[in-house]
C-alpha cells in the first residue's frame, strides 16, 4: 500500500496559536481568578474545602462520560447533504422526496462493531453505515452497515452473536474460539461471515465502502400502496480494501486511520459521495418470492428488482465538536417520517424499541432534544421533564391530550401508514428454522470473489481457525464444505500451513535478553 497518511496530523484549528479570547468563568459565570493553584493553607498545603472551583473541577471530570455505545463504540462522521436526482415519489408520499433536486441536511456516523472506543480502526469487522436525515417533516434515520446481510435473523440471537464477539470473561481478552463455535452453532451466520472475511472485510476507509439498509423497509403513498424496499448506498470513491497485512501495519501507526481519512478529506475539500437507490419489491410479491425478503440473512436478486436510482449525498462538513456531535448523536431505525416505514423483518421490528432504550441509558431521556438529534421542524410533543431537560420544556403550553386549550392534536388517518394484513398462530416451536436454505447464497458470493479473492479468503479464515480446538475447527469447516467444495478445501490447506507456521518472535527487550514467541491471538 503506497497511502502514506496513516501518520496522525492536527485540525487545522491546531496549527496557528491565537490569543486568549474571553476570561474564564466557572458552570455559573463567576469569574476565576487563577486557574493553576488551589487554594492552599500554606504553601505546602492542606487545601481548603471552600476552594468550589477546584471542586467543580474535579466533580465534573468524574462525571466526563457517558456509557459509551455497547456496539459500535468506535466511530466518526460528518455532516452533509442530501439531494433527490430520481423521482421515487410513486411509491412513497414522504416530502423529502417529493422533487427533484431537492437537498436535506444530514449527518453520517460511520463505525466498527465489536470493539471499544480506543479500538484499532482497521478491523475485520462489519462497519456501521449511520445517516440521519433531517427532512421537513420529521427525522429520517437509516441505520445501517456495509454489508447488505446479517448474522442473526431472530433477535434473541442478537446479544449471545455480539458476546461471542466482545471479551472472554476470564481473560478480558477477545476470543476465536468463542466467535467460531457459535457460527459454527448458528450457521444462518454463514452468510455473513463469508462476506465480512472476504475483501470487504477491511475497508480502505470509510470513504470506500457502500452502505445497505441490510432489512427491507417500506415505503407508501398517498394511494395507500405499500412497497417493500432494500436501500442502497454506493460509494462514489470506489470499493477498495486492506489485507490484513496491511491492516495490521496501519493499526500499529495509527489506532484511528479511519477517522483521519474522513475527516481530513472533508477538510482538503475532497467530500465523498454516495449515490443512494433502492429495490421496489410489491407488496404482494412477497408471499410468492423464492426468498423470505423479512429474512436479514438473505439478499434479494438485483435481476429481479433491479435498482432505482434515488439521490446521492455528498458529507462536506466536519464536526465542531466529537462529543456534541458524534459521541451524542442517536440513530434510531424507528425514525421514518410519513410515507416511509418498517416491515415484519423480526431483527428490524426489535430494532425499532432497542435504539431509543439505549439512548435512554447513554444519553439520558430528554436525547432528542440535543441540537444534533433535534429535529428541524416544529417538535410538539406532550412529553415533559426529566433529567437535563435544557430547552424550555415546552413552557406554559398544555400538558396532556385531548385539551381544550390550544395544544397540538393528532394528525388522522390520512397521515398513517397503510394497514398490513397478518396471520398466523402465535408460536415459536410451530415456525421450525431448519426449513431455509443456509448455503446457496453464501454459495453465490463465494463464486462472485473469483480466484484471486477466494484463494485471500482462505488465507482470512485459516488464520484464526488455526488458533481454536479441534472441535470447533472441524464443526465450522464442515459448513465451508456444503457451502463450496472448494471453499472448505482451500481453508483446511491454509489452516495446515498455518499450524506449521513458526509464530513470529520477539528478542532484545530493553533491559533484558529474554525471546518469546507472539501468539496469533494477540494479533485481535
Ligand atoms: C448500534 C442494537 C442489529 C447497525 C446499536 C446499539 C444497540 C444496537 C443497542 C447502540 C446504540 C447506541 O447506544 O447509540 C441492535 C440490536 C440488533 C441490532 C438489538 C438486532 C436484534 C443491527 C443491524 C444493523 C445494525 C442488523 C445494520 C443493518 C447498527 C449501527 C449502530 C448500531 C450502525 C451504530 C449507530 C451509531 O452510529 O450511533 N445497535 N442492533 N444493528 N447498530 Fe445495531
Known sequence: MSDKSFSPTEPSDLKAAKPAQGTLTNAQGNSVPNNQQSQSAGSRGPLLLQDHHLLERMAHFNRERVPERVVHAKGGGAYGTFTVTGDISRYTSAKLFD?????????????????EKGFADT??????FSLKFYTEDGNWDMVGNNTPIFFVRDPLKFQDFIHSQKRHPQTGRRSNTMMFDYWSLRPEALHQ???MFGDRGIPRSYRFMNGYGSHTYSL????????????????????????????????????DYHLQDLFDAIERGENPKWKVSIQVIPEKDAETYHTNIFDLTKTVSHKDYPLIEVGEFELNENPRNYFAEIEQAAFEPSNMPRGMGASPDKVLQARLMSYADAHRYRIGINYAALPVNKAVCPVHTYHRDGQARFDGNFGDAPVYEPNSF???????????????KIDGNADRFGYPETDEDLYAQPAELYEL????????????????????????????????????????????AEIEKAKAKPAPELSGFLGGQQTFAAQPQARQ
Open 99 to 115: 422533487t427533484v433536486g431537492k437537498q436535506c441536511r444530514m449527518l453520517a456516523r460511520f463505525s466498527t462493531v465489536a470493539g
Open 193 to 195: 461471515v463469508v462476506y
Open 449 to 492: 470473489m473469483g480466484a484471486d479473492g477466494q484463494a485471500r479468503l482462505h488465507e482470512n479464515f485459516a488464520a484464526p481457525l488455526s488458533t481454536v480446538p479441534d472441535f470447533v475447527r472441524t464443526r465450522f469447516v464442515a459448513h465451508l464444505y456444503k457451502i463450496d467444495e472448494r471453499l472448505g478445501r482451500g481453508v483446511d
Open 123 to 128: 478491523v475485520r469487522d462489519p462497519r456501521g
Open 406 to 420: 390550544g395544544g397540538p392534536a393528532e394528525t388522522g388517518p390520512q397521515t398513517d401508514e397503510p394497514a398490513l
Open 220 to 255: 407508501w403513498n398517498d394511494a395507500g400502496e405499500r412497497f417493500w424496499v432494500k436501500w442502497h448506498f454506493h460509494s462514489q470513491q470506489g470499493l477498495q480494501g486492506m489485507t490484513e497485512e496491511q491492516a495490521g501495519q496501519v493499526a500499529a501507526a495509527n489506532l
